[in-house]
């Protein structure tokens, strides 16, 4: 395995220039280009990769647990064994720190290791066994099932996350913990960082002996190739993290096939913080300097990042924006991920603060380079905010809108109004416990996660996380893409009837070699 960056497509086994237009990876911090140019693909590119993945599939689904899953942990390993080439790149391409580079580096080895543990566990595949009934009349026939994977994925690399929800992330770590081979398109803002951890799976597939066209990763414009990518019939779903307009483009292309095909986007969510009285009376001092640290984090550039907070007028309230000021205004301006993102930020906030009934409050300090986001914090009304749908729009970026309410029962109007969110947050007491109850209910139709008493920023990578939620946050609200419920979207039920015991998979056979827990007849046994 190579620590080179060479400027190259990863087609199977394979590497190789592209042919089509090249491009350079931008240093934000400087504006500068950096070494060396890459080439992107033509459509041959994709039908390469996309027939390789289909020949691969068969083989590679039907890989035992143990071998999937020690095929995920060479990944995780190889990424690790990149060592610091890996970070200085990343830091480059995305003027990230270093600890916070780390810090991903380590969820995303840790998210490798999660789906290894899911394989061998053995639940995912859902086998269930109905003994036939042959006495019964009408007579039941031997029935069994088990999940099997859907078939080669494309997964689009995310700008915010060049390690966690790229080439090696959250959607390339399910879809081949599903038994999915995946087709990858680089982002453009890190394609270095992109082909170091390309050539760490590739090299992984190698030494597990797995077929060549388990992975690959194509660099080139969204438009065409991305499209291309989406309607080539061999790709059975996809999987996407960025804006609104990108996502939507991507589903309207996989409804437009012959076959359509799931995309699961994670897009666009200003995530509400709803401060309830008491909780406000209680603490609106600490609550405003942690919602600022919150908003802050990583220049904003979290699809977690809390752009809305509402709470009732008052003094309690008056206290948490002047802590929030206070926090804002100490706050220097990190470089964002790329000048486009920068842009579209600033533009955010001026079009934000000419909207009438929105007052600006604080902006931060200005940066050092010229791509520093310089944080915002505005105030409305409940009444104009409910009149006016651009104060719903995302800014992403460390930008936010707080939401004063004549009462308590705007909360439950500005909550309907919403649309859909990846999370939720109440900041309550036992005393707000009523209130709290009958927000809940809202909430739970409107988010994909419900916080109490903390801020969304951190993710966890676990069993019980959902990061997902009804439209517009995601594609289908049905899904999730961080945490051991991700596998489920590249993943469909199977049931196979009456087959002679020499053609059952081993998952559903009598003798159980695989160790599974099955439903056998309705009861829950490791039999």
Known sequence: MTTTINGQLLIGANAHYGSATPFNAIDPATGLSIEPAFGTAVIDDVERACTLAQQAFDTFRDTTPQARAAFLEQVAQNILDLGPVLIERAMQESGLPQARLEGERGRTVGQLR????????????????????????????????????????????????????????????????????????????????????????????????????????????????????????????????????????????????????????????????????????????????????????GSGQFCTNPGLVIAVEGAALSQFRDAAVTALQGKTGTTMLTPGIHSAFSDGVEKLGQQPGVTLLARGQAGATACAGQAALFQTDADHFLANPVLEDEIFGAASLIISCSDIGQFAQVAEYLDGQLTATMFLTENDRDAALALLPVLERKAGRILINGFPTGVEVAHAMVHGGPFPATSDSRSTSVGAGAIDRFL???????????????????????????????????G
């Not at 566990?121 to 036939?132: E, F, K, P, S």
């Not at 770590?173 to 394609?191: D, I, M, N, R, T």
């Open 114 to 297: 999660l789906f290894a543990k899911v394989v061998r566990d053995g639940r995912w595949l859902g086998a269930t066994l109905d003994a036939a009934l042959p006495e019964r009349t009408p007579p039941r026939p031997d029935l069994r099932l088990r999940k099997i994977a859907l078939g080669p994925v494309v997964v689009f690399g995310a700008s915010n996350f060049p390690l966690a929800f790229s080439v090696a992330g959250g959607d390339t770590a399910s879809a081949l913990a599903a038994g999915c081979p995946v087709v990858v398109k680089a982002h453009g803002a890190h394609p270095g960082t992109s082909e170091l951890v390309g050539r760490a799976v590739q090299a992984a597939v190698a030494s597990c002996g797995l077929p060549d066209g388990v992975f690959s990763m194509l660099h080139g414009d969204g438009r065409t190739i991305g499209q291309a990518l989406v309607s080539h019939p061999a790709v059975k779903a996809v999987g996407f993290t960025g804006s609104r307009q990108g996502g939507l483009a991507l589903v309207r292309a996989a409804a437009a096939r012959a076959e359509p095909i799931p995309v699961y986007a994670e897009m666009s969510s200003i995530n509400p913080m709803f401060l309830l009285p008491d909780a406000l009376a209680q603490g609106a001092a600490k609550i405003g300097s942690g919602f600022v640290d919150s908003l802050t984090l």
């Open 492 to 526: 469909r039920p199977v049931c196979y009837q009456d087959l002679p015991a020499y053609l059952l998979p081993a998952a559903l056979q009598d003798a159980n070699p695989l160790g599974l827990w099955r439903v056998r007849d309705g009861e829950l046994a490791q």
